[in-house]
């Protein structure tokens, strides 16, 4: 019993108090057959007369004989009703604060396969969009902690508001199903900083997904090595391709 209680606890406010209406519902249809059996011929018809009759839709084709049973319907639509329609407000308002949550950032991500990027830059940008190009039903999350909300409509790009290293985000983006993690470099700080917390992520990455596949934007040469050391699958120097692209360019 303890168990149980403990489960329905667990459950979300939108499900314990849909529980709560049916199992009104159900108490009330069962009652109802037991005080006119001969009316309602099984629970079922006192089930369905119970939810026409909180609804307030009132179809007459199965009503109450006796005084007694007037009553229940009259206990019936003062409390049925109140519930009704105290349960679709909820849904409504539950409906708009998770809409508000997914676009601040706020909502975990419950699908796998996922490709989580990590920082947002103009690279994390244009990697978004040729993504998107290729297959618009790539299922992306973003994790960033400077962005104030997603600054995506498509449906199938999913925003993680927070810091990466922290295993409450990672877990939110659910790394653990992931394809694929890319972490890219932060601009606003300095290329040694930026390295420094490429591999801080990495690490807290790798720490709640061993087996994650990490792709790592790296900027000093001095932290590639490190990035290696902390699990990197793969590692884009930045620097090595911006220099070769000078190279190859001055004639």
């Given at each position: 019993m303890k168990s149980i209680t403990l489960q329905y606890l667990r459950l979300p406010p939108i499900a314990r108090l849909l529980i709560i209406v049916f199992s009104v519902l159900v108490l009330f249809g069962i009652t109802i057959r037991i005080l006119e059996p001969t009316n309602f011929q099984s629970v079922f018809d006192g089930i369905y007369w119970a939810i026409v009759t909180a609804a307030t839709v009132g179809y007459g084709d199965l009503v109450p004989k006796t005084s007694l049973g007037k009553m229940m319907t009259i206990l019936l639509i003062l409390t049925g009703s109140t519930f009704i329609t105290y349960f679709f407000v909820q849904v409504a308002g539950y409906t708009v604060?998770?809409?508000?949550g997914l676009i601040k950032g706020d909502v975990a991500f419950g699908k796998s396969g996922q490709i989580v990027i990590i920082g947002w830059n103009e690279r994390t940008k244009d990697l978004i969009e040729q993504i998107h190009n290729r297959n618009p039903e790539e299922k992306i999350v973003l994790i960033d902690r400077?962005?104030?909300?997603?600054?995506?409509?498509?449906?199938?790009?999913?925003?993680i508001h927070g810091k990466p290293y922290e295993d409450l985000t990672l877990q939110k983006a659910n790394v653990t199903e992931a394809e694929k993690v890319?972490?890219?470099?932060?601009?606003?700080v300095s290329e040694e900083q930026s390295d420094m917390d490429a591999i801080l992520t990495l690490l807290a990455v790798k720490g709640v997904c061993?087996?994650?596949?990490?792709?790592?934007?790296?900027?000093?040469?001095?932290q590639y090595e490190n990035a290696k050391r902390a699990g990197a699958d793969h590692i884009i120097h930045t620097s090595n391709i911006v220099s070769s692209a000078f190279f190859e360019n001055l004639g």
């Open positions: 604060k998770r809409q508000a400077t962005l104030p909300q997603n600054p995506y409509h498509y449906g199938n790009i999913h925003f890319i972490l890219t470099a932060n601009n606003q061993p087996k994650a596949h990490t792709i790592v934007e790296i900027l000093t040469p001095g």
